[in-house]
């Protein structure tokens, strides 16, 4: 059983930058990061597999945000930079066994989230 779990949320302005982490021991998984803001849809930000070395990411955070994990500690990281208040949501880690995957339908196991709140 894997019970990913976020940290590093919190309240930022526009243009900081921010580190989520999610704990998450248990198989090889690939994991993911999503995020929900109220109102809307559960939105794919990135992907990184069990080995580190394939990594995908959605157009609306390439090149601001960077998906990373270390397997010593069970951690995966979301870097993010640059962010703007449209960032606000609820980001969540999810742990699965398909590579580079964007669908939430294909992680099995999720967090609890932790919110984001980027002022203007």
């Known amino acids: 059983q894997v019970q990913p779990v976020e940290s590093g949320g919190g309240l930022v302005q526009a243009g900081g930058s921010l580190t989520l982490s999610c704990a998450a021991s248990?198989?090889?998984?690939?994991m993911g990061w999503f995020r929900q803001a109220p109102g809307k849809e559960r939105e794919f930000l990135a992907t990184i597999s069990w080995s580190g070395g394939s990594t995908y990411y959605a157009d609306s955070v390439k090149g601001r945000f960077t998906i990373s994990r270390d397997n010593a500690k069970n951690t995966v990281y979301l870097q993010m930079n640059n962010l703007k208040p449209e960032d606000t949501a609820v980001y969540y880690c999810?742990?699965?066994?398909?590579?580079?995957?964007?669908?939430?339908?294909?992680?099995?196991?999720w967090g609890q989230g932790t919110q984001v709140t980027v002022s203007s």
């Open positions: 999810a742990a699965g066994s398909l590579v580079n995957s964007r669908r939430p339908n294909d992680y099995d196991y």
């Open positions: 248990g198989r090889t998984f690939s």
